[in-house]
């Protein structure tokens, strides 16, 4: 299931409208539309503002497209560290967001080099 139609099910779960959770999210309706038609893929920060709406987390909306396995979800599923982390990107401009993965990058490049 993508991302769309991740959305699209939560949607419907609330019983919300595409214009409600355009509302609740900032994310234009259609946007909304063309992501859950799969027209569109969806933007980390649309896929954070979506996630808040919906009261989930943001990995539950995007897990395929990143081709991360379901349990690695479950497993992070309500961390508080990753709720924080996904609070503090929320916020930031995309050059920001940016440079938090190159240093996140770096850092587990030296855990490895460490680790030889």
Do not use: F, H
């Amino acid at each position: 299931m993508g991302a769309g139609e991740m959305i699209k099910m939560l949607r419907e779960e609330k019983g919300w409208s595409q214009n409600r959770l355009s509302k609740e999210s900032g994310v234009p309706q259609s946007s909304l539309s063309a992501l859950e038609l799969g027209e569109r893929e969806i933007s980390i920060s649309y896929a954070v503002s979506l996630a808040k709406a919906l009261g989930c987390d943001v990995l539950q909306i995007i897990w395929e497209e990143l081709k991360i396995d379901r349990t690695e979800i479950q497993k992070t599923y309500g961390d508080p560290i990753i709720e924080k982390i996904t609070d503090m990107l929320s916020s930031m401009t995309p050059e920001q967001k940016r440079k938090v993965l190159d240093y996140t990058s770096d850092q587990k490049q030296l855990q490895k080099l460490k680790a030889k």
